[in-house]
């Protein structure tokens, strides 16, 4: 069976999509980065937020995060998604560790 071609996902629940920051391979002082290094980048940019978890009683918790906050990621986890040719990850709310101001 063929891969479809996803143009856009929305997000159910508390899941969040998450495109993850390329690292540059080279340092500001022109040394190249071995792909060691560029594997440990654990950030990126909310693409997507869901509209939150729902409780017992029905009642439902907000997202902690919105579109556009970078947010610093867990090592392992999250779900690869291909989304208009991008690899993104969808990952729960409160798996994400942080905000990046």
Known sequence: MAARAVRKIIPLLDRVLIEKAVA???SAGGV????SALSKLNEGKVI???????TSDGSVISPSVKEGDNVLL????GS???VDGKDM???RDDDLLGLIE
């Open 24 to 26: 540059e391979k080279t």
């Open 32 to 35: 190249l980065l071995p792909e």
């Open 48 to 54: 997507a937020v869901g509209p939150g978890a729902r």
């Open 74 to 77: 867990p090592e392992y986890g």
């Open 80 to 82: 690869k998604v291909v």
């Open 89 to 91: 990850f969808l990952y």
